[in-house]
C-alpha cells in the first residue's frame, strides 16, 4: 500500500514536471513591425516588453526573437499597434525526390540531356554567361569539385554553427547544372562560365528556417546577384519571406524557384507562389510532366526534372529528380541571356517566358512551355539588337 502510494505520488511529480516542461518551453518567432517603424525603434519596443532579439530581418522590417508565448512580456507586445504579425520560424524543404543513387561513372565531358533539351549549346558560341552572377541559396556547394571549382565566386553560410561546404549534395547537384565547366570532364551546365555565389541556408536533413532564407537573401542583394536559385519550397505563406520576397524584386534581381514535388492540383509552394517568383514544374526526357510535378495558376514554365546529372558532393556525380533539378535550367537560361543580350531583368524574364515552346500540357501544368534558350536569343536579338557578339 505504501509503496503504492508513492509511486502515484511520483508519477504526480514527474506529470507535473512534464507539463511545466511543456508549457514554458521557448519558441522562436519572427515578430514583423510595420513598415515606418525603424530597427532603433523596435530594439526599443522589444526590450519593454523584456524579448531578446536574436537576429534582425531587414528585408522583412523583423526580428527573429526566442520567446515564451506565456510570458506576460509577450502577451503584452501582441497588443502592440507596431506590430503587424508574429509568426513561427517556418522550415522550407528542398524540392528533390528522395533516392539512393549511386556515383555515376563518366568518362569523359557528355551533355546531361536537360542541357541539350532546352537548346543551350545553341547559344554557346555567342556566350556562356560571362559576368552574370548567380546566387544559389541551397545546401552549400562542394567547394573542390573540379567541375565547379572555377566557378565559384563565394561561398557563404548563414546557418549557425555550419560552414559553407555542402553537408547534403543538393546544393552541389543545383550548381552543375547552372554553371559546370565546359572542359573534358564530367557534365556541363546550362551557362558554363556564370559566376556562383553559393549561400548555404539549409541543413544536411535540407531544411531551411524562413530567417535564415530571408538572411541569405538579403546576402544575394550584398553581393549584387543578377538571379537567385531557390530550389525548395513549402506550403505556408509567411508573411515575413512575402515581404522580403518584395525587398528583393525591387532590386532588379530574377528570382527562380522550384514548384514543389507535390503532385496533384493547386500544389504550388512558397515561394514559386508568390508573383515576383518565376515558378518551375518538371519534365522528362519525353516532355511529359513529372508525376510528382506540382501543378496550379502559379506555374509559370516546365524544364526538366526527371534524372538530371550533375555534380555532386565528394567530386562525384549523381542522377536526381525534383523540381529542384528543373529550377536551376531556367536559372542557367536567364544567365545565358542576359549575358548574351546585356538587357535588364524583365526584359529577360520577358524573353524566357515569351518563347517557351508549347508541349501540349495543361497550362496549370506546364505554364507557357518548355524553356527554349535558342527561341529566346532569337527574340532578345530583334528587341535588343546590336548588344551581341555576332
Ligand atoms: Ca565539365
New binding site residues.
Given amino acids: 500500500m505504501f509503496s503504492y502510494l508513492l509511486y502515484v505520488l511520483a508519477l504526480g511529480v514527474i506529470g507535473t514536471g512534464l507539463i511545466q516542461k511543456k508549457k514554458h518551453r521557448p519558441k522562436y518567432k519572427i515578430i514583423g513591425f510595420r513598415d515606418e517603424v525603424s530597427i532603433e525603434e523596435t530594439e526599443g519596443i522589444l526590450s519593454n516588453h523584456g524579448i531578446k532579439i536574436k537576429k534582425h530581418l531587414p528585408l522583412a522590417n523583423a526580428c527573429l526573437c526566442l520567446v515564451d508565448e506565456i510570458s506576460a512580456g509577450f502577451k503584452s507586445l501582441t497588443a502592440n499597434d507596431n506590430i503587424e504579425f508574429i509568426e513561427d520560424d517556418y522550415i522550407a524543404m528542398i524540392q528533390v525526390i528522395p533516392q539512393t543513387a549511386d556515383s555515376l561513372k563518366i568518362k569523359s ?1 557528355t551533355i546531361p540531356w536537360g542541357i541539350s533539351k532546352i537548346e543551350a549549346p545553341k547559344a554557346w558560341k555567342h556566350c556562356q554567361g560571362e559576368g552574370i552572377k548567380v546566387g544559389i541559396i541551397d545546401t552549400g556547394i562542394d567547394q573542390r569539385h573540379p ?1 565547379l571549382k572555377a566557378n565559384i565566386k563565394v561561398a557563404h553560410s548563414v546557418v549557425e554553427g555550419t560552414g559553407a561546404d555542402d553537408d547534403n549534395g543538393h546544393g552541389t547537384h543545383v550548381a552543375g547544372t547552372i554553371a ?10 546550362v551557362a ?1 562560365k556564370a559566376e556562383i555565389y553559393s549561400v548555404k541556408a539549409f541543413d544536411n536533413k535540407g531544411r531551411g528556417r524562413v530567417s535564415d532564407i530571408i538572411d541569405a537573401l538579403n546576402w544575394c542583394i550584398e553581393n549584387k546577384v543578377h538571379i537567385i536559385n531557390m530550389s525548395f519550397g513549402f506550403s505556408v505563406n509567411s508573411q515575413a519571406l512575402e515581404r522580403a520576397i518584395r525587398e528583393v524584386h525591387k532590386h532588379n534581381i530574377i528570382m527562380v524557384a522550384a514548384a514543389g514535388n507535390s503532385g496533384g492540383k493547386d500544389t504550388v509552394l512558397y515561394p514559386a507562389k508568390y508573383p515576383e517568383v518565376i515558378a518551375v514544374a518538371a519534365s522528362d526526357n519525353k516532355d511529359k510532366a513529372a508525376d510528382f510535378s506540382s501543378s496550379g495558376p502559379e506555374v509559370n514554365i516546365i524544364a526538366p526534372g526527371v534524372d538530371i546529372s550533375s555534380t555532386y558532393i565528394n567530386q562525384e556525380y549523381r542522377l536526381l529528380s525534383g523540381t529542384s533539378m528543373a529550377c536551376p535550367h531556367v536559372v542557367g537560361a536567364c544567365a545565358l541571356l542576359m549575358s548574351i543580350s546585356g538587357a535588364d531583368a524583365d526584359n529577360v524574364k520577358n524573353a524566357v517566358l515569351s518563347t517557351a515552346r508549347d508541349i501540349g500540357l495543361p497550362e496549370e501544368t506546364q505554364g507557357v512551355g518548355l524553356v527554349d534558350v535558342s527561341a529566346a536569343v532569337s527574340n532578345i536579338k530583334k528587341t535588343k539588337g546590336g548588344f551581341f557578339y555576332e
Fill in positions: 565531358q567541375d559546370a565547366l565546359d572542359n573534358d570532364i564530367g557534365v556541363v551546365g558554363p
